[in-house]
């Protein structure tokens, strides 16, 4: 990933990102309590998973452990930009998109899921906040409360766990480099026992991957 404008890396690329490098990978995998052997598979769509004509769009994150694809987890993955002139602004950019973020959520729900996650990647550019220091050119107090607010009124279904990753830019360096990371669990995942025919669908995408 090599642009040097954190808040301009597309929101599927951040998303493969997160998932497969390091550190935010070992982040996500002991926050998420992802098996070390899972399986990750992106943008898998969602009528390769069930047969109802309502599903649009796609599971952006599915990781299934190879030896228990019944406890597989179901990911949906929006982004926020904190652009460097959102700290004059005080407005978080892309808020209005979580909502349809938590409609593809309900959407996992539907399809029965052992364990399902909203995960809000708060992407911050502080490369200007030259008068802080590097560990504290992240987004504001008040900046998160107004992302948290949003996302406790947007009816993420209640069986979802939400978590909140700030990345921040504090040099002119990619994320890659010299990025920050910040892990913020707002609510846990319900574990439920698995639709068979969602395993079922698993398996069959697993032999096409």
Excluded at 161 to 174: F, H, K, N, W, Y
Aim: proline residues 6%; hydrophobic residues 40%; aromatic residues 8%.
């Amino acid at each position: 990933m090599d642009l040097h404008t954190a808040t301009l890396i597309p929101e599927s690329e951040l998303c493969r990102w997160a998932f497969t490098s390091y550190p935010t990978q070992e982040f996500l995998y002991r926050n998420l309590n992802l098996p070390s052997d899972s399986r990750i598979l992106f943008e898998v769509p969602l009528t390769d998973l069930g047969e109802e004509v309502s599903l649009e769009g796609d599971c952006d994150v599915l990781a299934v452990d190879p030896a228990r694809p019944d406890l597989s987890i179901g990911f949906q993955c929006k982004r926020v930009k904190v652009k460097s002139t959102t700290f004059q602004t005080h407005r978080v950019g892309k808020l209005h998109e979580l909502a349809r973020g938590a409609i593809q959520v309900g959407q996992l729900a539907k399809l029965g899921f052992h364990r399902i996650y909203f995960l809000v990647f708060m992407v911050v550019d502080g490369r200007q906040q030259h008068e802080l220091n590097f560990a504290a050119r992240g987004a504001t107090a008040p900046l998160v409360h107004q992302l948290d607010d949003t996302i406790a009124q947007i009816g993420v279904p209640e069986s979802a766990g939400i978590s909140r990753i700030e990345l921040t830019q504090p040099i002119d360096e990619p994320l890659g480099k010299a990025g920050g990371i910040a892990f913020k669990r707002l609510r846990a995942a319900e574990p439920r026992n698995q639709a068979p025919e969602l395993t079922r669908a698993i398996l069959r995408v697993l032999d096409h991957y």
